[in-house]
């Protein structure tokens, strides 16, 4: 039996303003760009180096995954 593995796309950005770093995990990376991509330090668009890796698993492992939930939207 051959079963396909599921797996993920995760985009890690350092912002070139700020140098923060933080990972947009996407299961559609062709839909991110960093043109249009906002640093949620400095709010800098568009000034980012980028990675792309594919992580293997589903992406709710890691989103939220063993996490303590702290907000939630209205
Ligand atoms: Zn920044």
């Known amino acids: 039996m051959i079963t396909k593995e ?3 796309t995760q985009l890690k950005y350092r912002c070139l303003s700020c140098n923060t770093r933080f990972i947009i995990c996407t299961e559609t990376p062709e839909l991110w760009s960093s043109n249009s991509t906002t640093c949620p330090d ?3 668009i568009g000034y ?3 990675w792309r890796e594919t992580k293997e698993g ?3 492992q890691d989103i939220p ?4 939930l702290i907000s939630v939207s209205a």
């Open 6 to 8: 599921a797996t993920y």
């Open 42 to 44: 400095c709010s800098s």
């Open 48 to 50: 980012f180096i980028v």
């Open 58 to 60: 589903e992406i709710i």
């Open 65 to 68: 995954g063993n996490a303590d």
